[in-house]
C-alpha cells in the first residue's frame, strides 16, 4: 500500500539526477488525495512502479490527464519510499501512443508548479 504521506514527504526533499531512469509500462492505477501529487501505478513487466507526477491543482489547470492503460514512458528520480515502495518522481512523461509529451520539471530539475518558468516551457511539442 502507497503511504501518500510518505511521497509529500519525499517529494519535496528533491530530485536526485544520480537515480535518473527511463521507464515504460502501463497505468494500472491512479491514485490521488488532497494535498499530494497524483500518483500512477505504472506496471512494466515485473515491476509496479509509484509514479509521483505533481499536484492535483497544477495538473488540472494545465489540462494534464492520465487514463488507466495507457502506455506511458517515465522519465524521472528512482528511489525507495521509506514504506519499502519503489517510487520515481516524474521529470517528464510521454504518451506512448500520441508521442505527447508532458514535462513537470524544468532543466534544473524543479517542479515547473512551484513558479518562476515560463509557459512554454511547461509542455514539450
Not at 1 to 16: K, P, Q, W
Not at 18 to 47: F, S, Y
Not at 62 to 68: G, K, Q, W
Not at 97 to 124: A, F, I, N, Q
Amino acid at each position: 500500500m502507497v503511504s501518500f504521506s510518505y511521497a509529500e514527504t519525499e517529494i519535496t526533499e528533491g530530485y536526485d539526477e544520480n537515480t535518473e531512469i527511463t521507464i515504460r509500462g502501463t497505468v494500472a492505477e491512479i491514485m490521488h488525495g488532497m494535498r499530494v501529487p497524483l500518483i500512477l501505478k505504472l506496471k512494466t513487466g515485473t515491476k509496479t512502479y509509484n509514479v509521483v507526477t505533481a499536484p492535483m491543482w497544477y495538473l488540472s489547470r494545465n489540462a494534464i490527464t492520465f487514463s488507466i492503460g495507457t502506455a506511458l514512458e517515465v522519465t524521472g528520480s528512482r528511489y525507495f519510499g521509506r514504506d519499502g515502495n519503489l517510487y520515481v518522481i516524474a521529470r517528464q512523461i510521454r504518451d506512448a501512443e500520441t508521442g505527447s509529451v508532458t514535462v513537470l520539471r524544468d532543466s534544473y530539475c524543479k517542479p515547473l508548479w512551484r513558479g518562476g518558468h515560463r509557459m512554454h516551457d511547461r509542455h514539450l511539442p
